[in-house]
């Protein structure tokens, strides 16, 4: 068995694509996985498989919620070791003064060239700063999430992937749980 973490874009967010924690658990349950475990209402899901391949998995997960609720659910799976990345590689995590609340990590559906950074068009976002390291991307944020057009929907029209983005407390948990 393989413990894999599906990352849930855009569920229970706004009153749109709406999912009970428990729903979702009995549906991946149903659907064959083992050891069904979520954190908090964002469509964090841990789930043990038999299956190594992390894509497959994605693949299963997004089938079966559209399914069985008849929503489009687009699943970013990650690893470990993605996780790990966030705090080894974040540039940001490490400066001396930095407001972690203001700090999120775009996952992102595919692993991304350095020269990405580029078709972002970062500078038009200014003070916000983003770093990307492969299959992430490190926001800081100068104001808050809430208050910027450099999001979810902005980073995956200009890379063309499917980008979740969580804030760097649940990252922080994320790995936690991994166990």
């Not at 559209?66 to 966030?86: E, H, T």
């Amino acid at each position: 068995m393989k413990t894999h973490l599906a990352l849930l874009r855009g569920i229970n967010v706004s009153g749109h694509n709406m999912i009970k924690m428990d729903t979702l658990k009995n549906l991946l349950e149903n659907a064959g996985f083992q050891n069904v475990r979520t954190y908090i209402q964002t469509g964090n899901v841990f789930i043990d498989s038999e299956e190594d391949q992390a894509a497959s998995v994605g693949f299963k997960i997004k089938q079966e919620i559209f399914k069985v609720l008849g929503l489009d659910v687009p699943v970013v799976m990650i690893s470990k070791s993605d996780l790990q990345a966030c705090f080894t590689n974040n540039s940001f995590a490490m400066e001396k003064e930095c407001d972690f609340k203001k700090l999120y990590v775009a996952f992102v559906s595919k692993e991304l060239q350095g020269s990405a950074i580029n078709d972002l068009k970062i500078s038009q976002f200014k003070p916000d700063e983003a770093q990307i390291d492969g299959n992430r991307i490190y926001i800081k944020y100068a104001i808050g999430a809430g208050n910027t057009r450099l999001d979810q929907k902005y980073i995956e029209k200009k890379l063309n992937v499917i980008a979740t983005i969580r804030n760097w407390n649940t990252v922080i948990n994320l790995l936690a749980l991994y166990g």
